[in-house]
């Protein structure tokens, strides 16, 4: 689904629902988990880059604010629902009890919540997995 974003000189910036979420949104909930984690599990830099899929630098790089905004890791986390769904992300990763297609619909279920929260833009729904 397409969304009009912002105007520019001969007319308006057409974006993608999910090319919005990948820049804005995605990085704050992949800086959510590893903060999650990094403090509710006590897993390394190293296994947290393995579980997920990246490298320890980048493990590092959101632990240390370089991606994700702060505030809004803490904003996400602040909210009930949310936070509910990055402790269950974030429990299926340190326990391994997810296969890859079920954690990359956690993830868009919880992208979605937080484009409908934040951004006030939805998209198709999907089934619901929680």
Known sequence: MLYLTKRVKRGVLLRAHCEIAATEVVPVIRAAVVYYLR???KLSNYTIAK???TTAS???N???ERRGKSQKVMELLQDPELERMIRMIAKKIAEDSAEPEEL???L???CRLVMKKWKKQECVPLPSLW
């Open 39 to 41: 403090e509710h599990y």
């Open 51 to 53: 579980k997920i899929g």
């Open 58 to 60: 980048s493990v590092t």
């Open 62 to 64: 959101y632990l240390k």
């Open 104 to 106: 990359s619909s956690m």
């Open 108 to 110: 868009c279920a919880t």
